[in-house]
């Protein structure tokens, strides 16, 4: 029996299943998404489901067309930061990718249903589009919980050692490594540390205390501070940042190169009196094993 196809409903059912797929990989890589990147590579993901009008490519075909679709939604979804994060970005997208597939093999063993098509890649079923949503909702949720353990075996939650060099001067303070922490740097998507301003004074520039008078910098520093909003529990608000000269983090034994990153400049304590930075976890994306140097 013929499978009948429909192109909207094709569409929209893998743009929000490939949506879901890179936000759920993205929280496994601890990696933020912008809404316009994660929209896009949705999108492109989407349109390429069409080959399933195509004439049969193969298997090897069929293959290398996936590597190159999921390559490609990775480039879009997520800043590049170096070789080994895009392969790691990859990785994870495949990984959520597979779980996904193995909820459509458990679906397929558990009601057999008639209109199931797979090809060049492919899979089209002809169930209720709110059934397979749901499903695939019920995937990310897993992704999620599995997230979360991920990032705990990580040390995510755990305090570290940050130490800063900035201007000639050094500062090292307690930091918590924290999965809530997703702030980025909104032009260049650069992760941001959040950082106590009493803890960290000796390498905090002069202008960043005074950054509601930017305009009286001098040029080349205006360049330098950028404003991060931020949103926390009761509040919300801008904070001023800066690029130091380098930053690294000491966590379980092995040494971080967080470079690059922004440090944005916070007047109130953060947190309890355990640390006194919040550290987004994407900086720890670097593992250098040398030992750590510091005045």
Not at 43 to 64: D, E, N, Q, R
Not at 99 to 113: Q, V, Y
Not at 143 to 158: K, M
Request: proline content about 4%; charged content about 15%.
């Amino acid at each position: 029996m013929e499978t009948v196809i429909y192109v909207d409903v094709l569409l929209v059912i893998n743009f929000i299943i490939n949506y879901l797929l890179i936000l759920g990989s993205g929280r496994l890589a601890g990696r933020q998404i912008k809404s316009t990147r994660l929209i896009v590579a949705s999108l492109f993901g989407a349109f390429s489901s069409l080959v399933i009008f195509l004439p049969f490519m193969g298997t090897v075909l069929g293959g290398f067309f996936k590597l190159f679709v999921s390559i490609t939604m990775v480039i879009i979804a997520f800043p590049y930061i170096n070789a080994i994060q895009c392969l790691k970005d990859i990785f994870f997208l495949f990984a959520v990718s597979f779980i996904f597939a193995g909820s459509m093999l458990a679906l397929w063993l558990l009601i057999s249903p008639e209109k199931m098509l797979f090809y060049n890649g492919v899979v089209y079923f002809g169930i209720n589009a709110v059934t397979l949503i749901g499903i695939t909702t019920a995937c990310y949720l897993v992704v999620e919980v599995l997230s979360r353990i991920y990032h705990r075996l990580r040390g995510e939650g755990e305090i570290c050692r940050l130490i800063i060099s900035c201007m000639g001067h050094t500062a090292e303070v307690r930091g918590l490594v924290d999965n809530g922490n997703r702030l980025i740097e909104p032009f260049s998507d650069i992760p941001v540390i959040v950082c106590w301003e009493k803890e960290i004074s000796d390498v905090v520039p002069a202008q960043i205390k005074h950054y509601s008078d930017i305009s009286a910098c001098q040029e080349p520093l205006k360049q330098q501070i950028r404003l991060i909003p931020y949103h926390a529990v009761g509040k919300s608000g801008i904070l001023p940042a800066y690029r130091p000269d380098s930053a690294i983090i000491i966590l379980g034994g092995h040494t971080f190169n967080a470079m690059p990153v922004y440090i944005a400049v916070s007047p109130d304590r953060i947190g309890s009196s355990e640390y006194g930075a919040i550290v987004n976890p994407a900086v720890l994306n670097q593992k250098n094993e040398q030992a750590c140097v510091h005045s």
